[in-house]
């Protein structure tokens, strides 16, 4: 009942098209992750499944309602803005329950409910407080609560992390995770940091210039990318595109290649002689766990690799070698090609 | 050794120069409030004697007669409760149009804010006239809606608008998002969380607005002819003699009643109210 | 309790609004902007359509009698009435002695008190209190001390050997007297206004400038003045229209005279339109007082526009 589903959705701003025919079904209780470099619309098309933007063109439904021009509130979905977006003149437990109130909510169930919300995020130590005097992590937490009290169908969320430093980004990522466990519902995440769209989603939609690139399984958008840029978005340090012909040693793909890529992880260094690639080390970084090596190739292009943490001098000769049935195949349009 | 004696000595005495300048520049700022109060309390014969600024004796007979003279007391309170209505009107209107120009977008938007804007540049004195026919027409001659009417629609209403857009612009806007998402109807995001987060702009356009009403004299010299109804700077000027020269000792005494309760309120609360005009002029 | 979270319970009417959410916004944006825009076309547009019209007519207020005369109101103005020349040359020389005494006043006490020492808040609050006095107490009080012989400041000038002018009795020492008095009166709005503007000059200017070893002057002339501009065209644009806009100050304190020696046009429109009654010329005059302030703002404006 509280599915979603987009049909050649079109959002314009005066003469520029910010959304230009978004098509998505979303499934009760699904995790979907919007991601995408900023500026590729993921933020307005969600605000416009919120409703704080209208529609220029398609079909917008919650569950089987279209509610292209239904009013924000009245679309049984709830918001939790990146700037949390508390009322600063109402403390925790007002500023939860005013959703409630508005809608004349009676003040023994709101107090139920805020009251519930309040467990269930480990707030309840800080109702009376008012927002300035609560740490990023807590308000957060508390405009989840805001979200939850209203029984929403739908959870939206624009961004929530991205105002928290490192680690409580961890943390409350998390907390998200379990949340949904939690309660089921669907909800809706827009966010630009790929980590957080693979470890969150159930399935991430992945645009650019107001285009759905890609829609899949974290797994799928990793393993199974349908072009150069998804394949580049998705996983970090970010995919090696190169020419098909300075690739060659790598093997060769179907007719029509144009571009071979390789993840850095999935290539690995062994003596120049014995390399598919062969290159002179630029620069090694040191990460602990692993290193990281911009590789100058003898074809003249970069390339990344990661490998173990032994050490390898800077100007170094080394071959490169690919895991096998890692390698990926793209036309000139940067299309995915099938493999053998 | 007597450098590094006189060099913090040198920087008192450039900080005593440097005040006892501005204290004299001071005087012509200082001085006509305290002669006012002066002359407010000293007889008529007393006042053109040999100057000085305590009085021989302190007439305050003079305040008695301020109100038997004309009927100062309702003339002051004319004065008061038009400017309370102009003010909380102008609040009500112009953070409703703020409101409007800031974040609502509809065709028109920029039309209407550069038509409100290029008003500002007109004196009223040019359509001071019309206005006058129109206030005729309307039956409102000899009433006090045209001086509530002319400043909430005027050139006072319009720098309230801009004003208050100007605040509103700075607001965070996922505030109000929340709120739409919360239930709130338009008018419910303006008044319960627009309005509640505007304060110093509200704040600084009551200040404003307040004293404009306060001190407005072109209007109700046009408009109000009976006595009653003459608001405080009419009355003011009306302290005359039958040949129409001053009677000073009471016009100074009303002017210190009048002007007195201001400057007390300025003196108490004179960082707020220069800030509100500094708001104010910013916006131009 | 998670499906039970789950199942939504929001009322949610499952009828198809019959407004469009942008057709909502523009409504409510008209809505919110009606009471304004009423006001605004009822006092403001309405009669400056009217005031056109008005100067076109001879209309006798006291026989209610309207007649089309064309031009005629502005060739009285123009040609006929020497008056008219008299109360433009005054109000030019009334702008001209106003505005630069007013704005380079506010600067100098706005550089003086815009930053820290003892007693600044002290004199901002003394600059500043006239602006809150009504116009019409402050000219009361000054009428009151520039009176003749025994007027204060004649007996103060007295006292160092000076036999001051009757100061609002003679034409040329009136003009003087108005300027002044009235500078003083407003210079404290010009003074905050430019503290602000000055408050608002990162400090770190100022600091390179002293390291590359520009002194107190050159920092002025290079770095402050020009930063400050915006708000120094801001200002004039005001203080021109304010001056052109002055009447009680004038009408209290010298009524127009001596000689109509301070007959400025804001009060020549109130004495021809409501002590002489003639509307038809008074409307041509504020006319002309409207192309004139819009004349002056424009070209102020574009002067802005030409040095940016």
């Known amino acids: ?340 | 050794m007597t450098n590094l004696l006189s060099q913090p000595r040198l920087k008192v005495i450039k900080q005593i120069c440097w005040t006892l300048s501005l204290g004299v520049v001071a005087i012509p700022f200082v001085f006509p409030f305290l002669w006012m109060i002066s002359a407010g309390l000293k007889g008529p014969s007393e006042i053109f004697g040999q100057p000085s600024l305590i009085p021989t004796e302190l007439r305050w007979s003079n305040y008695l007669e301020v109100f038997s003279y004309q009927p100062f007391a309702r003339q002051y309170f004319n004065s008061l409760y038009i400017a309370v209505a102009v003010t909380v009107l102008t609040l009500f209107i112009s953070s409703l149009a703020g409101y409007a120009l800031a974040r609502l977008r509809f065709a028109g938007a920029a039309l209407v804010g550069l038509f409100l804007v290029s008003a500002l540049m007109v004196p009223e004195e040019v359509t001071i006239i019309p206005n006058f026919f129109l206030i005729r027409w309307l039956g409102l001659s000899d009433t006090h809606w045209p001086l509530i009417l002319l400043p909430v629609f005027g050139p006072q209403g319009i720098v309230g608008t801009f004003l208050m857009r100007q605040y509103f612009l700075a607001l965070p806007k996922e505030l109000e998002e929340a709120g739409k998402m919360d239930g709130l109807s338009r008018l419910g995001v303006w008044w319960r969380i627009a309005l509640p987060m505007s304060r110093p702009a509200l704040a600084a356009v009551a200040i404003i607005t307040f004293l404009n009403s306060w001190n407005l004299f072109l209007e109700p010299l046009i408009f109000i002819s009976s006595l009653e109804k003459f608001t405080l700077p009419l009355a003011l000027s009306n302290f005359t003699d039958p040949y129409g020269s001053p009677l000073w000792h009471l016009q100074l005494a009303a002017t210190t009643l009048a002007v007195g309760p201001i400057l007390i309120v300025y003196l108490i609360a004179q960082r707020q109210i220069i800030e509100s005009f500094a708001l104010s002029g910013v916006k131009g | 309790m998670a499906r039970k979270l789950a199942r939504h319970t929001g009322g949610q009417d499952k009828t198809v609004p019959w407004l469009t959410l942008k057709m909502r916004e523009t409504m409510e944006a008209w809505l919110f902007i009606s009471p304004t825009l009423a006001g605004f076309l009822i006092f403001f547009v309405g009669p400056l359509v009217a005031v056109v019209w008005y100067s076109l007519t001879e209309w006798n207020l006291l026989s209610q009698q309207s007649v089309f005369v064309g031009l005629d109101n502005y060739q009285d103005a123009l040609v006929r009435n020497a008056d008219f020349w008299k109360v433009v040359r005054n109000s030019i020389i009334f702008a001209i002695g106003l505005v630069p005494l007013n704005m380079g006043m506010a600067l100098a006490l706005a550089l003086a008190l815009s930053r820290p020492f003892r007693g600044v808040i002290f004199f901002r609050t003394v600059f500043f209190a006239p602006v809150v006095t009504s116009a019409v107490a402050w000219a009361i009080v000054w009428k009151f001390l520039l009176q003749g012989d025994a007027g204060f400041v004649n007996q103060l000038l007295a006292q160092v050997g000076i036999h001051g002018p009757n100061w609002l009795r003679e034409p040329d020492w009136a003009m003087v007297a108005v300027i002044i008095t009235r500078v003083i009166k407003m210079v404290g709005l010009n003074m905050i206004l430019y503290i602000a503007a000055l408050q608002a000059i990162p400090r770190d200017y100022e600091a390179a400038a002293r390291l590359e070893g520009a002194s107190s002057w050159q920092i002025f002339r290079m770095i402050t003045w020009p930063l400050l501009g915006p708000t120094t065209l801001v200002i004039m644009v005001i203080t021109t229209i304010g001056s052109f806009k002055v009447f009680d100050h004038i009408y209290l304190m010298t009524g127009g005279g001596p000689e109509n020696g301070t007959l400025v046009l804001a009060f020549y429109i109130y004495q021809q339109g409501f002590q002489f009654f003639d509307v038809g010329y008074a409307s041509a005059l504020a006319m002309i007082m409207f192309v004139i302030v819009m004349g002056l703002t424009i070209t102020q404006l574009a002067l802005r526009r030409r040095d940016t």
């Open chain 1, 1 to 340: 009942m509280s599915s979603l589903t987009l049909r050649n959705l079109k959002k314009r701003f005066g003469t520029v098209d910010v959304i230009r025919g978004v098509d998505l079904d979303v499934s009760d209780g699904e995790f979907v992750v919007f991601v995408g470099p900023s500026g590729c619309g993921k933020s307005t098309l969600l605000r416009m499944i919120s409703g704080l933007e209208d529609v220029t063109s398609g079909e917008l439904r919650i569950g089987d309602r279209i509610v292209n021009e239904v009013q924000p509130a009245k679309r049984g979905v709830a918001m939790v803005f990146q700037s949390y977006a508390l009322y600063p003149h109402l403390t925790v437990r007002e500023n939860m329950g005013f959703g409630l109130k508005v809608r004349k909510v009676a003040v023994a169930e709101r107090g139920r409910r805020v009251a519930e919300a309040a467990a269930l995020l480990r707030l309840e130590s800080l109702l009376d407080r008012f927002p300035r005097e609560l740490s990023g992590g807590q308000r957060q937490r508390v405009a989840i609560g805001r979200a939850i009290v209203g029984y929403p169908d739908v959870f939206l969320f624009d961004e929530p992390l991205s105002n928290l430093d490192a680690e409580l980004r961890v943390h409350m990522r998390s907390e998200i995770a379990a949340l949904h466990k939690r309660l089921g519902n669907t909800m809706i995440y827009v966010t630009h940091d790929q980590v957080e769209a693979m470890t969150l989603a159930d399935k991430i939609v992945v645009l650019r210039d107001g285009f759905i690139e890609q829609i899949g399984s974290p797994r799928e958008l990793y393993e199974r990318p349908d072009n150069v840029f998804v394949a580049q978005f998705i996983g970090s340090p970010k995919m090696n595109i190169l020419p098909a012909a300075s690739a060659a040693g790598l093997g060769t793909g179907p007719s029509g290649t144009a571009q071979i890529g390789i993840r850095p992880e999935h290539l690995s260094v062994v003596p120049s002689a014995e390399g598919e690639l062969v290159g002179t080390v630029l620069v090694s970084e040191y990460t602990g766990a692993s290193s990281l090596l911009h590789i100058a190739l003898d074809s003249g292009e970069t390339c990344l690799v990661v490998a173990d943490a032994t050490e390898i001098a800077p100007d170094a000769r080394v071959g490169l070698r690919a895991d096998k049935g890692s390698i990926h195949c793209f036309n000139s349009a940067g299309q995915a090609l099938k493999k053998h």
